[in-house]
């Protein structure tokens, strides 16, 4: 029987004000995991009211104290790991290897964000006038309103969420409506731990009805976003007509260099990982080999092998290697895309159609795909395909792998294998990415370095790392004049 899930807004679990809900669906056989309350704008909006009014006691809390919350919190995930990694590959399909992972990533974002609060650092710098004392700081901006992809269910809401916690704002949560019991767990987990009534909520529905109105409301001042450049692009209109500050994490289309000089081998297991590892569901997955026309046809063998050889089926059965894509509408896009490659004279070597078989009718499942002959400029070469499919383009040197690497519209993760240190140091300078990796494929993000992309996978902000509270908090400078005269900087000691 399939569970009734709620809101948690203020303290309560409450369903949407129309009464409607939507079913949560598993992806690998079709069952109903549950009923989501389906929200509209008078649920956001009691969110926002809730988020407001418990602004101010959390900001006067100290940040030690948050932080303190923030461990506690981070210690009962990793006691749950095992029960929240199921849930997440019930919902969202890819296998417990990476649900565990996805889990355990939000452990390392707590502790890291809970460590900040002993440290939030300001800065004390000396006045150019006598006895007069300078410094600045961080202080919280007020509710910020969340909106996440389905990818990465637990882990990038933990990324936002923590830091603007820790530096003492307030959240409204709204889950990607693939994933919606995931965000329910993160309330409950945060109920546990006795945060107080108001700090963290959760609003489930869609984007036009809860994402949008989210947007736009006037009390949310900080909008968070991980999910698609479309519509990344309109939030971050609509935030600038506002006057909001929009933090965006979107697409990409990851390229991995392999030169001639490189682990042929080592090069294949990664780009394999990269390519098929989340069903090619991760905005880091390795879409483009572009590799060394002297390695190609040894490597596209490699990779296709390995392609071949992937166990597919219920992430959850021990042994399967490969989940299926989230739902109906990806899988429409992925098979697209096989058109749009073959008009365009990719040629497919392994996988090109949906998967079929024992374990895999009821699910939304696709072979693992390698398409040869990809020219650079190719629509499967630039547009983000978001399934397990990836595309080979064949160079004649490092500076023409550089150069396809950068001209794609996104620049979130790229990577190349070699055993030259000067062709490595070379691409760590003109790779034109957030991420760059030396003898390792494209995904793998560590929470303690600045995460995200340039071009359109974002608009210069940095999640995690040393830069996580900058887009949850403003900076202060502090003036104290202990002098007992009017002291004129610029004029009087001039
Ligand atoms: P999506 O843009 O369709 O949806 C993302 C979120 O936005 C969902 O919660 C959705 O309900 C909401 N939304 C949709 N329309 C909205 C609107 N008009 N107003 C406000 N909110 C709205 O993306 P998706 O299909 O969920 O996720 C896949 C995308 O996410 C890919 O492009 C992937 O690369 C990207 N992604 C990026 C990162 C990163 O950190 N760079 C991480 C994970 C996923």
Redesign the pocket.
Known sequence: MSQNFLNYIGGQWIPARSGRTFTNLNPATGAALGEFPESGPDDLDAAVRAARAATRAWQLTPAPKRGELLYRLGALIAQKKEELARAATREMGKILLETRGDVQEGVDMAYLAAGEGRRLYGFTTPSEMPNKWAMSLRVPIGVVGV??????PFA?PTWKIFPALLAGNTVVF?????TPEMGWHLAKLFEEVGLPAGVFNVVHG???N???P??QHPGVDVVS????????T??ATEGARLGKRVSL????KNGVIVMDDADISLAANAVAWGAFGTTG???TATSRVIVHERVHDELVKLVTQRAQALKLGDGLLEGVEMGPLVNARQLERVSGYMKVGAAEGAKVVAGGARASGEGLNSGFFFQPTVLTNVQPGMRVAQE?I?GPVVGFVKVKSLEEAIAVNNDTPFG?SSSIFTANVNAAFTAMRDLATGIVYVNHGTTGAETHLP???TRG??NGHR?AGHTMLDAFTEWKSVYVDFSGKVQRAQIDNN
Do not use: H, Y
Request: one cysteine or more.
């Open positions: 909106i996440t992809a389905w990818n990465f990038v709204k889950p990607s409506e693939e869609n984007g036009p809860v994402g949008w989210m947007v976003f991980t999910g698609s450049n479309a519509v990344g309109k939030i994490e979107m697409g990409g569901q991760r905005c983000e978001f979130l995460f995200g992309g996978t974002g999640e």
